[in-house]
Every structure is written in structure tokens, then in C-alpha cells.
């Protein structure tokens, strides 16, 4: 069987904890891992590592493939989108990948950013499911309702599937009822609620993408023939540029809208497991613990007199008094107070927030580069302070500035430097003027981290400054 | 006359934007000028610059001065306390000041941090109570009670001032009476609220302090021969080692319990002025502009669907949803969250770091120093990195550190650097080494503000790792 995690989320509704840079698969909501690598961890007793794929957007590559190595997923294994056109590419664009590498396997689609609590019984229905995909079925994961929840989609059971006690013909889907209809369903029975798990073999549904998707259908071999493997170290696979255009004209369509819903061999498995889709903050008090008054506060909070609230820092000291389901979330350049009844609002916080065009919604302080990250400490017109983290055995690209010098002083590891013909070993505790124009490169050849403080200075100071001459990772 | 404010609040209340450090009176809290600005500013139409002393903790001594400079208060008028000891001793200790000058001359208290709306109406009323002050009264300011206030010290007032129109004798006083007799006063009449403005004359005030504080009143000749002036620039008023035993051993009472409440003659002259102690942060919807939805904002946030909500930011974005009646106080280092209705709490807030021995209640990651400041950007176990702002002609002491090195970049004006034997000028986007234990000194001899950014590398990165030979300052 091959497990297919569709990682494509923008994740806006877990602002300003996520961004368009950092989405809600690649966070740490809860606990010590992030949700994708939750969502990996889990698939591993049933899928071997190696037949773990993932589709993500291009933006997200690096990191996903970052997050996901420890568990044996190789870069290979990650499809990277130009642009996100819904789930019916991304599971299209996936199938025909494995296609290739078998027709008749089972194809298990997860999502990458939902919490289930008994991982053990998640893999049991999982295998009495591929089972019934083997058959030709498009099998869907039902979850038993446990409230009348509007925000989700429900599948209505139909007939028993011959010969497969516990599965059931889809008699229809309904996406997100109002709270009547939802307090029917659950009083009628026999509804479950659609969590994007989908079991099918490859070559079914490449079969129904012909059928009801044939512009996706058409395109998928252009879309294969321009994937090309990309960089040194991160080979995930991504489109050139003609393959791109492909993508981009591809129809933007749910597998549920665009297959689902008009199949005739859709079945369902209801299942009583643990379920979250972790939609937006409130869900925190769901899938994390809570102390006696209900609140679910990070460690540096200071509460007094507070019930049933949620407060996410990042190290900052925060005080809260006297709160009632009240949302906080702090980063270090956003803050996000929120009434907790009202946590589906904070997408159209962020709407606004893109309307304004800031800066927030796209990157926070730190952004991931494939060498490491950086991390902004301070910005004026006319400097920046930033502290560079550098893994071990990466380097950034040769480059040049036309607008800025920069100083660098080593606080953690050792640098090598290469500044116009002269190459330069920088310890810990010394420190480098870069001059305006020369041509440079800082990499890190040993085993600690490399860390550095950055000041730039010039007439302009902008990321697009940057003239890049070679570049282990491709972006020259 | 003379006038003397009082500057001693430490303002907790105010939590975070108030700390340790830079209480509420040194604070903007509304409109461009501090409050206590806004308070020597409300005075200048009806008392000369020359006669305006201020009373105040001596770790806000050089930055009370350098905020009221500008209004023509030498530093030689503020007087500096070793020790808050409430207002008694403040008083105490201005009158006998003022007792050299001239005995005869009217005094008039005021806090530092209250705000009135209209200071014309506010000095017509000073001149009247100077009148009476001169007859040997001690005349308390009263303000006519617009609510049933429990907060508030309430003045009931008895008969009519011989010969004076509009002033009365002082029946009694009544501290934060409970909710049911405030309401009492309010529907008898007679009552106003104690705003803590007091006139009368040196030789009346200090008679007083020998009748109900006397060991306040012996005390007070020691206290005054040993004030010594203090430096260079900033040569306030305050105490030498034997002064500040003087002091820590006076009694800790309020000007009110020690003398008001026990004192024959003290008179009251109503008011009908917009006053407000701005006692904690939901005053602020008293004092600030209100959006159409009741809400005071700074110019950070974005709003959706929020009321009767108060949030003050420093520049980090603030996305609020649905907020009703919320606090949100947002500084680099600490964030406040907290019902409008239980803004008196933050005190409690307050108390509880303390015990946690929480820095941020002493320190925000600005602070302010006799040569100017220095604003942390990131701290680590081994490093730290600060920006550094020497004022116009000012300089830092000469020094060396035991534990640490430092880099130094210079991102705005130029430096002269003392650097062992050496002099060194640093121009902006110059960078300097400053090794362990080498002899330095940092002075800005230009006209435009000096900036740079500093990395402390060491195995001990503290404040205290410091030995100074000489400070312009007196610190050494």
C-alpha cells in the first residue's frame, strides 16, 4: 500500500502562529512534534517509510522534506506544486506517479494536519479498508459524529457492501449542514462525518479522474514529463517552468466535489476513533490538556482568575487576568486576541491583514532557508539586525549586494567565508565586514550549528537584494 | 507660590508598559507628552519653571529630569528619594527645601500622574486656594463626585470659610468608602473626592509636622544637611549614604493620615473639574479618544468586530476578533491580557511575578541611562545583543568587563572610542573589537544621536560584569 499525505494547507485560520511561509502541517500545535511529522509517525506500522509520499506546495519543500528525513522519507517522495488547485491534482498528480511504479497498489490519501488520538486502531480500519479498495471500491474513512458539528462534511451510509461486514454503499455526501440538518443527521443515524481519508487503488481512480475530471485527466502525463528532480540535497520532485503552466491551468476541484460526489463505487467505513480536524485555535482545548479551570496555557503564562481560555506563547512573559474564553496566540511580530466563539473569524482577520498587504501574513521573524534559517531582530530603514543559523555541511549561495554591507559576528560554531578571492576561517566570538558589492559565501563545514549576527547596512535593505552567482539548492 | 510634585508612584497598575523602572508618571499613557509633562505643563501658566520642585525615587531621578528640562526645571529642583516613604515624607522633606527660600511662600502638591481636562479652569481654582492657603489653612482641592466611585478618597465638607466664598471647612474625611456609601454621599451631597492637590503655606505645613509627625519633624534638618548634589549634567537633589539611613527610617505614612485627618484647619474648596487619577488601564477609555464601538486602539491593530475593548501596542501588528471589553497591553518583552472589569488586578499580577522574581516587573528591554539607552534585541546563555543610544555630547563611563568581549557596529552618527591607550573614531557602518578586560569607553561628541549595535560574547553576560574608573555621572 502507498500512503499519499496531501500537505497543501495555507493554514490561515491558525494565524499568526502560521503563515503563507509556515502552515498549520509544519507547526508545532501540540506536543513535541509538528502535525506532519504526527501524521507520518502514525502511518508507519501499517506503510514503510518508502512508499510514504507527499504533495505540498512548492514554498513549503524544503521544510517538509526537512521535517520528514528522520523518518526515513526520501525527498524523492515529495511532489512539490507550483501553485495549489485543491485536492483532485494534488491526488491526481500523485496517482500518476505511483502508477508507474504499480497500477494495482491500494493508494491511502491522509490529510497532513489532523489529530487522532489511538494511532493502533486508526491502522486496523485502515487495513480492513484496503481491503475493500482492492475491490475496486473508493473507500472513504467515516468518523461517528459526536455532536451536531456544522463545520464539517457527512457521509450517509447506504446498503452493507456484499461480503464486508462494517462497510457501506454511499447513499450521498452533504457538505456542511446547518445546525438543524446536523442535529437530524445525528438523531436519524447512519451519517458519519467525511475526514479525508480515502482508500483506493491507483488505477480506480485514475479511472474516475478520466471519467468526471478529463482536462485533469489529459494533463497528467504533460504534468509527469515536466517533473523534474531539483537541487543537491533536497531532490524533491518539482515542475519546470512549461510544466508549471500545466498545473496552473488545471481545474481547482476537491476529490470530493470532482469525484466523490458523482462516483458509483464510493463506500464507506464508519469508525469510532478519536477525531480532529484541529480547524482553527479553539480545537486546542479538544486535542490538548487542559488544567483544572480549563485553560490550555503555554509555560510562560501567569494566569490569575482565568477559565476556559487558550493562550499559545513563544517565550515572552504573559500576564492574563481575569479571562473567559479568550484566544491569545503570541509570536514575536504578531499577536492574535481572540473571543474563543468566534476563532473561525481569524481567516477573515487574515484577508484583512492581506488586503493591507503586511508583511505578517506572509513570513514571521524567522524563515526557513534550506541551509537554516534566519531570524529578524531588528529593522530601521537603513539596517537590519538578524541572527543566521547555518546547519552542518550547508552553505549559503556565492552572492553579492548592490545596496548593503554587512557585518557578521560569529556567536555559535565556526564559519569558513569565502570574500572575493580570499577564503577565511571565522571563529566563534570574531567578526567580518562584508563590503558593499564583493562577492561572498558562508558556510558551515563542521558538525555544530553555525550561528551568527548579522548588520546590515545600506541605502536599501531588502531580501531582493541579492545577486546570486552559484548555489548548491538551485535558486541562481 | 511654589509647587512640588509628586513623583514617587511606581505605578504596578500599569503593567507592562509601566516597570520598576519607568513608572506611570514617566510613561506616555495618552497624547504626546508623559504624564508627568503633562503635569509640569498644566502648571507653568500660574507658577514659574524657577519655583517647581518635584519629589521622586532616585532611580527615576535622571529621567525626571531629562523629561522636564525642557520646560526650564534645573535638576537642581528635583529631590531625590533613597526610599519611597508615601507622601509625608515627600512633603516633609520639599518643605523643609522651600523653608530656606521662604518660609511664608504658599506650597501646592500635586501628583504626577493624574490627568485634567481643563487646566485653564484647574489654575483659576489654584489661585483661589492660594488665597486662602495664605491665611493659614490647609486647603485640599475637592472634586465633585460624578459617580458613586469606590476607589476614591471622599471629603466631607462642613461650614463655610469666613469670608470666603466657595471654601469650607473640612468636616472629615472618608477612605474608599464601600459601594452603598458612596452611593449615600453622592445623594446627600456635600462630599467630593480627595484628588490629592493640597496647598498651604511652608511654615503652616511644617508647624503641622511638628504637632502630628514629630519624628518626621526632627528628622527632617539631618535629612536636608545631608542632600548633596550629584554630577555633571544631571546635578538633582539626593541623600549620602548617611542621609539614606536618615531616610529608610522615617515613618511610612500618606500626608493624609499623618496630618489631614488630625489637623483643625483644614479647608476644602469644591471643584467642577474633569479629573482623573488614571488609576489603572481602563481609565484610559476616560481619558483617550474612543472609536465609533467604545474602543481605544493604537494604530497597530486591526480590529474585527470588537467593543468597549482597550489595546495599547508598540508597534508589533495586533490582530483583535471579537473582543468585548478586553485589555490588551502588548511591550517587546511582556504582554497584558485582561478583563476591563478587573483592571485593579494587574496589581495582584504584579505581586505574583515579583515572587517568581520575574525581571520583567523591574526592567523593560529599554532602558533608560544618564547617557541615553540601550534596547536589548536578543539574549542567550553566552551572548546578547543590544542597541545602543548615546545622546548629543554625552558618554558612557570608562570601563571594563571580566567576562565578556564586544563587537560594536555603528549604524547611525559616529563614536570616539577610548580603547586602552587608543582613540578611536568609529564612523557609521564601522565596526570595533573590544576584548576581555581591555580599558574602554564610548562617548557621542557630535551633534546627532549615536547608534550601534553591540554583540556580548562571553561565558558571563550580565549588567553587573562591570568596573568603572570614571563616570561622568558619579557611578563608579
Known amino acids: 500500500m502507498f500512503g499519499v ?13 502560521s503563515r503563507e511561509q509556515s502552515p498549520k502541517q509544519l507547526l508545532r500545535i501540540i506536543g513535541q512534534n ?29 521544510e517538509t522534506c526537512r521535517q520528514t528525513e528522520g523518518f526515513g522519507i526520501s525527498p524523492s517522495q ?20 505511483l502508477h508507474e511504479k504499480n497500477p494495482d497498489a491500494v493508494m491511502a490519501v491522509f490529510p497532513a494536519d489532523h489529530v487522532i488520538k489511538d494511532p493502533k486502531a486508526f491502522c486496523d480500519i485502515l487495513g480492513r479498508a484496503e481491503k475493500i479498495a482492492e475491490k475496486g471500491y473508493l473507500v472513504t474513512l467515516g468518523i461517528q459524529p459526536t455532536r451536531p458539528e456544522e463545520g464539517y462534511g457527512y457521509i450517509k451510509q447506504g446498503r452493507t457492501l456484499e461480503g464486508s461486514k462494517g462497510a457501506f454503499e454511499v447513499e450521498r455526501f452533504v457538505e456542511k449542514p446547518d445546525a438543524m440538518t446536523a442535529q437530524k443527521f445525528i438523531a436519524e443515524g447512519g451519517y458519519s462525518w467525511n475526514c479525508g481519508v480515502f482508500l483506493w487503488k491507483v488505477a480506480t481512480i485514475l479511472e474516475e479522474i478520466q471519467t468526471h475530471l478529463p482536462k485533469l485527466y489529459a494533463a497528467l502525463p504533460s504534468i509527469v514529463a515536466h517533473t ?98 479568550i484566544i491569545v496566540v503570541d509570536t514575536p511580530d504578531a499577536l492574535l486576541v481572540c473571543d474563543k466563539n468566534q476563532a473561525q473569524k481569524v481567516k477573515l482577520l487574515v484577508n484583512k ?15 526557513q532557508k534550506p541551509w537554516g534559517s534566519y531570524t529578524g531582530l531588528e529593522e530601521k530603514d537603513h539596517y537590519l539586525v538578524k541572527r543566521i543559523e547555518v546547519n552542518s555541511g550547508e552553505r549559503l549561495s556565492l552572492q553579492s549586494h548592490n545596496h548593503r554591507s554587512e557585518h557578521w559576528t560569529v556567536v555559535s560554531g565556526s564559519a569558513l567565508v569565502d570574500l572575493d578571492d580570499k577564503q577565511i576561517t571565522l571563529k566563534e566570538n570574531e567578526s567580518l565586514f562584508i563590503p558593499l558589492k564583493s562577492k561572498h559565501r558562508l558556510a558551515n563545514p563542521h558538525e ?24 548548491d539548492y538551485n535558486r541562481c
Not at 499525505?5 to 502562529?17: C, D, E, N, Q, V
Not at 513563544?314 to 473567559?324: H, W
Open 228 to 325: 523534474i528532480e531539483n537541487n543537491r540535497k533536497y531532490d524533491y520532485r518539482l515542475l519546470d517552468s512549461e510544466g508549471e503552466k500545466i498545473y496552473d491551468s488545471l481545474p481547482f476541484i476537491s476529490i470530493d466535489n470532482g469525484i466523490l460526489e458523482k462516483s458509483k463505487r464510493v463506500a464507506v467505513i464508519p469508525a469510532t476513533i478519536q477525531w480532529n480536524d484541529v480547524g482553527a485555535w479553539d480545537a486546542l482545548e479538544d486535542v490538548a490538556e487542559k488544567d483544572a479551570e480549563g485553560n490550555v496555557f503555554t509555560e510562560n503564562v501567569t494566569p490569575l482568575d482565568c477559565t476556559g481560555s487558550i493562550i499559545q506563547g513563544e517565550g515572552r512573559m504573559i500576564g492574563a487576568v481575569g479571562l473567559k474564553d
Open 34 to 62: 509538528t502535525m506532519i511529522q504526527n501524521t507520518v509517525e502514525r502511518l508507519l506500522p501499517l506503510i514503510p517509510a518508502e512508499n510514504i509520499f507527499m504533495v505540498t506546495h512548492a514554498l513549503h519543500a524544503f
Open 5 to 17: 499525505i496531501l500537505a497543501g494547507g495555507s493554514g490561515t485560520r491558525f494565524w499568526p502562529k
Open 448 to 471: 555544530t550549528p553555525l550561528i551568527l549576527i548579522e548588520v546590515q547596512m545600506g541605502d536599501k535593505v531588502v531580501e531582493e537584494d541579492i545577486i546570486r552567482y552559484q548555489d
Open 353 to 367: 491583514l492581506k488586503e493591507k498587504h503586511r508583511p505578517e501574513v506572509k513570513l514571521g521573524v524567522t524563515v
Open 78 to 97: 515529495l511532489l512539490a506544486e507550483p501553485v495549489g488547485k485543491n485536492t483532485a491534482a494534488a491526488v491526481g498528480f500523485a496517482a500518476k506517479i
